[in-house]
C-alpha cells in the first residue's frame, strides 16, 4: 500500500480526532512512520559488515585528492599489493568487448579451468560473485527461520551476517588463542541440532590456522548431515608445511563446501569472483538461489587468466613471507603483541587502538579497528609492499609517541 505524506498526516489527525478510528489503526500509522518496522525483526537486528575505509574516502576526509596508491597506504582489506596478474588484466580488457552481452550464466570456460585444476566434475563446482556471494547462497539455500549455523568468535563476519539474514540463529563458540576450537564448536553444533558449520582457515581477522589433520579429525568426528563450509580465502598463503589437499577430501564427506575466492592472492578483488567445491548435490541447491547471471563477463575471463598464471601466485607468496617478516619484526620492535598469521594481515595488540587508528588516518596509512569482532585492543593490518610496511612501521611508531 502506497500512502502520501499529507494523507498519511490526515490519517494521524483523524486517528488522534477518534474520528476515523475504524478506517485506520495505530498499527498501520505506526508501520508507516517508521518503514524499517516492515522489515523482519532478523534484518532489523543485523549490524552492517563494516568494510575496510576506501582511499578516497580518506582523501576527501584529509582534503588531498588523487593521491591515489602513491600516496595514501591502504592496508585495510587484504587486497594484493602487487595489483592483479597482467594477463587476468589483459584478460578483464579484452571482455570489455562484449559488455552489451549477459555473461556466461554457466562460466563454462572458469569451471573447466577449475574442473582441471582440481580434477573434479563440472558439476562439483559453483560460482559466486567472491566468495562473499557463496557464503550467504549457502545459508540461503539450507537454512531457515529457527535454524542454527555456528561460527568462531572472532572469525569472518560474514558468517553471522549470513545466518542472521535468512532468520536462522547464529551461534558464536568460544575460541581458543583467538583461533578456531573444532572440538567445541563440533559438540556445540550436535548438541544444539546446528545444520552447518562455518570454519575459516584460515581465519581472518585473526590469522589463526588449524591443520589438515586437525580438520581431517573434526570430519571424522562430524555427522554427516551437519553442513561445513570451509572458507579458505587465504590459502594460497599458507606456507609449503602447512598445506593441505582438502579438495580431495570432498569424495570422503559430501557435507563439505570448500569455499575459495579470486580477491587476495589472484589479486581480483574488484571483479567479484570465488568459487565453491563440493558434492553435486548441494551445488545444485545453491544453484537455485543464485541470480542467473552472478559473475560477470569481465571477472569470468579474469579469473582463468589468473588461474593459469602461477608464476604471479608465486610472486604474491614470496612477497608476503617477507612482507610478514618485515612487519612482524617492525611490530616487536615497537614492543608491540601480535597473533601469529598464516594469512596476508597481520593483528597486533595496543592501547588505545582507536586513537592510534585515527594517527595512522593523519599519516596517510589505514589500517582496520576490529573492535566489531570482540577485539577493541587490536588493529589488523595488511602486508603491502616493503616501502609501504615501512611507512606503516615509522607512521606507528609516530603515533605511539
Ligand atoms: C576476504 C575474505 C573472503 C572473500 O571475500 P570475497 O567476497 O571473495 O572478496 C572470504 N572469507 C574470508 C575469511 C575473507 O577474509
Request: glycine letters at 6%.
Amino acid at each position: 500500500m502506497q500512502r502520501s505524506i499529507t494523507s498519511h498526516l490526515v490519517a494521524v489527525f483523524w486517528q488522534l480526532s477518534g474520528m476515523a478510528s475504524s478506517l485506520i489503526s495505530w498499527d498501520e500509522i505506526w508501520v508507516f512512520m517508521n518503514y524499517s518496522e516492515l522489515a523482519p525483526a532478523y534484518i532489523r537486528a543485523i549490524a552492517p559488515y563494516i568494510p575496510g575505509k576506501p582511499i578516497s574516502e580518506l582523501e576527501r576526509e584529509l582534503g588531498i585528492p588523487n593521491m591515489g596508491i602513491g600516496g595514501i597506504v591502504k592496508l585495510a582489506s587484504n587486497e594484493n599489493p602487487l595489483g592483479a596478474s597482467p594477463k587476468a588484466i589483459a584478460a578483464a580488457h579484452a571482455a570489455l568487448d562484449q559488455i552489451s552481452l549477459y555473461p556466461d550464466g554457466n562460466g563454462y570456460a572458469l569451471k573447466a579451468a577449475l574442473v582441471k585444476r582440481y580434477a573434479v566434475e563440472f558439476e562439483q563446482v559453483f560460482l559466486g560473485n567472491g566468495s562473499n556471494d557463496l557464503l550467504e547462497l549457502a545459508a540461503r539455500a539450507f537454512l531457515t527461520v529457527g535454524d542454527k549455523g555456528v561460527y568462531s568468535d572472532h572469525a569472518f563476519a560474514v558468517y553471522p551476517l549470513a545466518i542472521q539474514a535468512v532468520g536462522a540463529v547464529g551461534i558464536s563458540v568460544a575460541a581458543r588463542d583467538f583461533g578456531h576450537d573444532l572440538d567445541a564448536m563440533r559438540k556445540a553444533a550436535v548438541e544444539q541440532g546446528a545444520k552447518m558449520i562455518f570454519i575459516a582457515n584460515p581465519n581472518n581477522p585473526t590469522g589463526t590456522f588449524v591443520s589438515g589433520n586437525t580438520l581431517l579429525e573434526f570430519l571424522r568426528a562430524l555427522p554427516a548431515n551437519i553442513l561445513v563450509v570451509l572458507d579458505e580465502a587465504y590459502n594460497e598463503y599458507l606456507p609449503v608445511e602447512c598445506r593441505y589437499d582438502s579438495v580431495s577430501w570432498v569424495k570422503e564427506f559430501p557435507n563439505l563446501i570448500i569455499s575459495r575466492t579470486f580477491s587476495k592472492a589472484y589479486g581480483l578483488a574488484s571483479l567479484r569472483v570465488g568459487y565453491a567445491l563440493g558434492n553435486a548435490q548441494i551445488m545444485d541447491m545453491l544453484n537455485r538461489v543464485r541470480q542467473p547471471f552472478n559473475v560477470n563477463s569481465m571477472a569470468q575471463a579474469a579469473a582463468v587468466a589468473a588461474l593459469q598464471d602461477t608464476e604471479f601466485v608465486q610472486q604474491t607468496f614470496a612477497l608476503n613471507l617477507r612482507g610478514m617478516k618485515q612487519i612482524v619484526d617492525g611490530l616487536t620492535k615497537l614492543g608491540l603483541e601480535h597473533i601469529p598469521s598464516y594469512g596476508n594481515f597481520v593483528s597486533f595488540k595496543i592501547k588505545d587502538a582507536t586513537r592510534i587508528y585515527r594517527r595512522l588516518l593523519e599519516s596517510g596509512v589505514i589500517v582496520r579497528p576490529i573492535a566489531n569482532y570482540a577485539m577493541p585492543d587490536y588493529l589488523r593490518v595488511s602486508i603491502g609492499l616493503e616501502s609501504q610496511n615501512e611507512k606503516f612501521l615509522s607512521a606507528l611508531q609516530q603515533a605511539l609517541t
